[in-house]
């Protein structure tokens, strides 16, 4: 019987065992100084080894020495909290990036009169963020709209990152990208992001 042919190489977390494509993972190597190194991208040279996109396997990887087995040598000392930390921050940074470049293509909209005006074009947003700490009339009021005219909607970052982010001085509510390449990319960086907080605040 001949076995189907995988789209996707497959990988495996090296703490609950899992499989699955190698995108859905999260890849690491190993630095010249031993540091355990992420690499969102997949794309550092060295030997990979992989946890499931969840800041629990992350951690319990670090707690039992996971990676000094999958390396076969000892890494460099680190905490959990100190790696679980810097793969968010890193996630954060990527989610930025793409609004930063989204709002210098002119591409990205905020403030309450102009996101008003974005939501009713005939050209609507194709992606809509709400800040986590929004109010909760203001974002169901726009929530709703949105999903009216079938926008995703994420809702996962703070009023003042998001500002941080989208390269504005002061904190955004709510932005809007209208670029479906834009919003394609955030799409996939912020369903990784979310995914990998949930995994922990499910514990």
Same mark, same amino acid.
């Given at each position: 019987?001949?076995?189907?042919?995988?789209?996707?190489?497959?990988?495996?977390?090296?703490?609950?065992?899992?499989?699955?494509?190698?995108?859905?993972?999260?890849?690491?190597? !190993?630095?010249?100084?031993?540091? +355990?190194?992420?690499?969102?991208?997949q /794309? $550092?040279? %060295? &030997?990979?080894?992989?946890?499931?996109?969840?800041?629990?396997?992350?951690?319990?990887a670090?707690?039992?020495?996971?990676?000094?087995?999958?390396?076969?040598?000892?890494?460099?000392?680190?905490?959990?909290?100190?790696?679980?930390?810097?793969?968010?921050?890193?996630?954060?940074?990527?989610?930025?990036?793409?609004?930063?470049?989204?709002?210098k293509?002119?591409?990205?909209?905020?403030?309450?009169?102009?996101?008003?005006?974005?939501?009713?074009?005939?050209?609507?947003?194709?992606? !809509?963020?709400?800040?986590?700490? +929004?109010?909760?009339?203001?974002?169901? /009021? $726009?929530? %709703? &709209?949105?999903?009216?005219?079938?926008?995703?909607?994420?809702?996962?970052?703070?009023?003042?990152?998001?500002?941080?982010?989208?390269?504005?001085?002061?904190?955004?509510?709510?932005?809007?990208?209208?670029?479906?390449?834009?919003?394609r990319?955030?799409?996939?960086?912020?369903?990784?992001?979310?995914?990998?907080?949930?995994?922990?605040?499910?514990?």
């Amino acid at each position: 019987m001949t076995q189907r042919k995988r789209s996707e190489p497959q990988r495996s977390c090296i703490v609950c065992r899992r499989e699955g494509d190698k995108r859905s993972f999260l890849r690491f190597v !190993l630095a010249p100084d031993s540091s +355990i190194t992420p690499d969102l991208e997949q /794309k $550092l040279p %060295g &030997r990979g080894t992989y946890t499931c996109q969840s800041r629990r396997c992350l951690q319990e990887a670090v707690k039992r020495r996971q990676f000094n087995r999958a390396f076969k040598e000892t890494t460099a000392a680190v905490t959990p909290e100190e790696l679980a930390e810097l793969v968010a921050t890193l996630m954060k940074k990527r989610i930025g990036a793409y609004l930063s470049l989204a709002n210098k293509a002119g591409m990205l909209v905020s403030g309450g009169d102009a996101l008003e005006r974005a939501l009713r074009s005939a050209k609507p947003p194709c992606l !809509l963020l709400l800040a986590d700490d +929004i109010s909760g009339a203001s974002a169901d /009021k $726009l929530q %709703g &709209r949105a999903e009216r005219s079938g926008i995703p909607v994420y809702r996962i970052l703070t009023k003042e990152l998001m500002g941080q982010l989208a390269g504005k001085d002061s904190d955004r509510s709510a932005v809007a990208i209208m670029s479906p390449e834009f919003a394609r990319s955030l799409c996939t960086e912020l369903e990784r992001y979310r995914n990998y907080l949930e995994e922990e605040s499910s514990r």
